[in-house]
């Protein structure tokens, strides 16, 4: 079992940032792919970025391209979602998922999941 925390959310004006972290705990990080998705208010959960375990690739959704960014720490077991520039429809409960094997922005595809953490952005 993977258990993942996430952290940093919070409210924040339109133009604003925040960074979110997901912790991981229990088993190996090791070979673990990590994604990003978020879900607002009504709304399904969508795809927002995701990175490969050795951090050297990254897939954005095309709604954050060029203002979130997705990085991770092996040694700390954690990944981070840089939000930049961020815009009222950004508003969401965001999760991170953790799979073993490939990258992939499909929420499907992720056996472990966060709890969420809020984020709130104001026009």
């Known amino acids: 079992q993977v258990q993942l925390v996430e952290s940093g959310g919070g409210l924040v004006q339109a133009g604003g940032s925040l960074r979110l972290s997901c912790a991981a705990s229990?088993?190996?990080?090791?070979?673990?792919?990590m994604g990003w998705f978020r879900q607002a208010p009504g709304k399904e959960r969508e795809f927002v970025a995701t990175?490969?375990?050795?951090?050297?690739?990254?897939g954005y959704a095309d709604s954050v391209k060029g203002r979130f960014t997705i990085s991770r720490d092996n040694a700390k077991n954690t990944v981070y979602l840089q939000m930049n520039n961020l815009k009222p429809e950004d508003t969401a409960v965001y999760y991170c998922?953790?799979?073993?094997?490939?990258?992939?922005?499909?929420?499907?595809?992720?056996?472990?999941w966060g709890q969420g953490t809020q984020v709130t952005v104001s026009s």
């Open positions: 998922a953790a799979r073993q094997g490939h990258y992939s922005s499909s929420s499907y595809l992720y056996n472990y």
């Open positions: 229990g088993r190996t990080f090791t070979g673990y792919a």
């Open positions: 990175i490969a375990w050795s951090g050297g690739s990254t």
